[in-house]
């Protein structure tokens, strides 16, 4: 399957036969928030070939275990059987979840024994307190990604349809700038701190802020340019001195690779603010993750009544 193809995703009781006990497929989990896709069609965004994993550590990026993975437009989880998770991830599908439509029909409807077969088949727990989704069993359809495979792996983006050339080179030409740059000065928007403060303004969805200027958000941060373990990537600041909207307010996401729910203070979405990947892994990444703000880098707006 390639971007552009249109897909259906299958019948609940084709998906069960391909899922193990726990309701995975090579590590993989097919989970309760996905049911609700089968028999709808969908354009396929893009094939994933390696992907960011949040954390730190010598690498976040990694590849992918099987070349059969892909994304569909804009389906993310909802988080509804996972406690109200807010992070919101692009859902991964193993192309037997999927097959190529033939037509403009959509199945929709199936019966109901099936659906709660497929559901009763489905984890979201692995032990009290863990939750079991695909962000907990990152590390399941994931391999180490060797840095010798890095350039491979951009051109088989672009033989894929991943994405052209020209934005390839485009991505990877942003990468060498802020590596050279971390090198010869040190961690974007690095700040002072070794105990990072922390602000609220009680900020609520829809609400206008403006980004605070640069110089005030680095003396929020350490010297990794984090502050209470939220990095400020260097893409951040081109929001910098610019008002925009607040998506939603964040208050806890399941930890990739770990299945902890995190409590989150103090942080939002803004509304097109997604994570600049190309900024800090070689060649970019398809997982679309938003990006975090707290609210210590924002200010509401002078004009506002708020």
């Known amino acids: 399957m390639r971007p552009g193809d249109i897909v259906e995703v299958r019948p609940p009781d084709e998906i069960l036969a391909t899922l193990d006990a726990n309701g995975t497929l090579h590590g993989l989990p097919f989970m309760p928030e996905m049911v609700e896709f089968c028999g709808k069609r969908f354009r396929v965004s893009r094939r994933v070939l390696k992907t960011c994993m949040s954390g730190s550590g010598p690498s ?41 439509s033939q037509d403009d029909r959509q199945s929709g409807q199936f019966d109901p024994e099936g659906v709660q077969r497929l559901r009763t088949r489905l984890k979201t727990l692995a032990r009290p307190q863990t939750y079991f ?9 994931t391999k180490p990604f060797a840095r010798s495979k890095r350039f491979v792996t951009c051109f088989d983006d672009v033989r894929y349809g991943n994405c052209t050339a020209t934005r390839m080179l485009h991505r990877i030409g942003i990468w060498l700038f802020w590596r050279l740059r971390k090198i010869v000065m040190g961690e974007y928007a690095r700040g002072p701190n070794t105990k990072t403060p922390s602000g609220t303004l009680k900020l609520v969805e829809g609400e206008s802020v403006q980004v605070k200027a640069l110089q005030e958000i680095v003396l929020t941060t350490n010297e990794r340019a984090h502050n209470r373990g939220l990095y400020f990537s260097p893409d ?71």
């Open 60 to 100: 976040t990026m990694k590849g992918i275990d099987r070349d059969d993975v892909v994304i569909l437009d804009n389906l993310r989880c909802s988080g509804a059987s996972h406690d109200g998770c807010q992070k919101q991830c692009m859902i991964f599908w193993r192309e037997a979840w999927l097959r190529k």
């Open 133 to 141: 989704c695909q962000a907990s069993e990152f590390l399941q359809f």
């Open 236 to 306: 951040m600041a081109l929001l910098c001195g610019r008002e925009a909207r607040v998506k939603t307010h964040l208050d806890k996401i399941i930890v990739d690779g770990t299945g902890e729910m995190r409590q989150l203070k103090d942080t939002v979405y803004l509304e097109g603010s997604m994570c600049g990947c190309a900024h800090v892994a070689f060649g970019g990444c398809p997982r679309g993750e938003f990006a975090y703000w707290r609210e210590i880098w924002l200010r509401r707006p002078a004009n506002s009544s708020g």
